[in-house]
């Protein structure tokens, strides 16, 4: 059963860090590029970052640059999200995608086939 399962969400206050994590179960994330995207409540899927196969790519939207750092360890099969100075702007549903190295770099969620089933950020004093 091929399952991707995201967790670290929660409350933090604003300027605060989490460090979200995304566990493969059923087959290895060292096949697939991988991005974290988030939702908003009232806003479509935004792509955050990505970070390809062999971990050496590691973009970001512009609205986390500088803040945020994508990581990944083959070896443990996980991808992780190091989220710091983090504002009310940032909360949101956190998702992480695999998606096929054969498409390449990719900002669209369509560019990704499966998916984990979310964790929630929120940030409030």
């Known amino acids: 059963d091929v399952q991707l399962q995201a967790s670290g969400g929660g409350l933090v206050q604003p300027g605060g860090s989490l460090r979200l994590s995304c566990a493969a179960s059923?087959?290895?994330?060292?096949?697939?590029?991988m991005s974290w995207f988030r939702e908003a409540p009232g806003k479509g899927r935004e792509w955050v970052s990505f970070?390809?196969?062999?971990?050496?790519?590691?973009p970001y939207s512009d609205s986390v640059q500088g803040r945020f750092t994508i990581s990944r360890d083959n070896a443990e099969n996980t991808v992780s999200l190091q989220m710091d100075s983090l504002t009310s702007d940032d909360t949101a549903i956190y998702y992480c995608?695999?998606?096929?190295?054969?498409?390449?770099?990719?900002?669209?969620?369509?560019?990704?086939?499966?998916w984990g089933q979310g964790t929630q950020v929120t940030v409030s004093s």
């Open positions: 970070i390809n196969v062999y971990g050496g790519y590691t």
């Open positions: 995608a695999a998606g096929p190295i054969a498409l390449g770099y990719s900002t669209s969620p369509f560019g990704y086939d499966d």
């Open positions: 059923g087959f290895s994330l060292s096949n697939y590029d």
